[in-house]
């Protein structure tokens, strides 16, 4: 408000009340209400809301893609991530390729993966990786990815989760035949998936893979995988349920391609490709629950999927 010297009107107390209550909701705007695939409008705030259940006994974790790059909105994403840490204790965080871009020397992985997740790695947050086209194999020796040494992998948080890390930039057939038994061996109630190069993807710089979905997919199917995980585009997306399996690309942890998604596949249930973004999931009993996070903390896809279960 501008003040006016000399004989300038002064506003009483009352009209100053009902300009500053009406600036403030102004500025505020709309609040959200809970519920499943609500979606909120790109906005800045202090602390966004939080559509998880956040169970006690549930398993929570995070996904991030495409995020190695050292620049500025890389660790402004990871704050994010830190953040909300502070209120969603996930114990993981799913990397679905292209972990550093670049130069990848010792100060590199210090400068584009330590220094960035240090809140979180000193939390005790465990990184599972796989790998990416611009990636180097070696990565897989380096002890934060938690690779084992492995181009491809699988791992089990619990006995009802099971993850089947896979490496797409060269699917050699030793590794679909490997696949083909980890899948059918695996008792696991939830089964996902997780490679850099999406099956199904609505951005046109890549978009979908169908050479490697020709591979792929009837694995997915037959052996009851209910979740794919992947980046490679720089977008957000979930994608809608192809053969009863949910799709989603988190490829903007680092990297964006503003605008690349593509309205007219028919394919997209929720997109987002005007910031960076991650992803948060729980996991309980047959039910994962998921929001996608902008670089300004606010969430922009909340919803609720269940597990395919074996039809007798």
Sequence with gaps: MRHHHGSAVKLSWSLFVLLFL??????????????????????TRVTAPLFLPNATDSFKFAVLGDF????????????QMAAFHQRFKYDH???????????????????????????????????????????????????????????????NPSPDIRFFMLESTYPVPEQIQWLEEQLKTSSSNWKIAVFHHPLYS??????????????????????????????????????????????????????????????????TDKGFDTDLAFMLAEIKDDELFFNAVSRHGVIVDSGVLSRRKVVP
């Design 22 to 43: 009406s600036l403030s909701l102004t500025h505020c705007g709309p609040r959200p209400t809970a519920g499943p695939a609500m979606v909120e409008a790109e906005q």
């Design 68 to 79: 190695g790059t050292g620049d500025r909105t890389q660790y402004e994403l990871a704050d």
């Design 93 to 155: 965080v799913i990397l679905v390729g292209d972990n550093i871009y670049g130069s990848e020397r010792p100060q590199d992985f210090e400068r584009k993966f330590e220094l960035p997740y240090k809140p979180l790695l000193d939390a005790g947050v465990k990184f599972y990786a796989c790998l990416g086209n611009h990636d180097a194999r070696e990565q897989r020796y380096y002890k934060l990815f938690n690779m084992g040494g492995e181009l491809y992998y699988t791992f």
């Design 202 to 267: 609505s951005a046109r710089r890549h978009g979908s893979d169908h050479q490697l979905r020709d591979v792929l997919e009837p694995m997915f199917i037959q052996y009851n995988v209910s979740v794919v995980l992947s980046g490679h585009d720089h977008v957000y997306e979930r994608l809608k349920p192809q053969n009863g399996i949910a799709y989603f690309v988190v490829g903007s942890g680092g990297k964006l391609r503003a605008g690349d998604l593509d309205p007219g596949t028919g394919l």
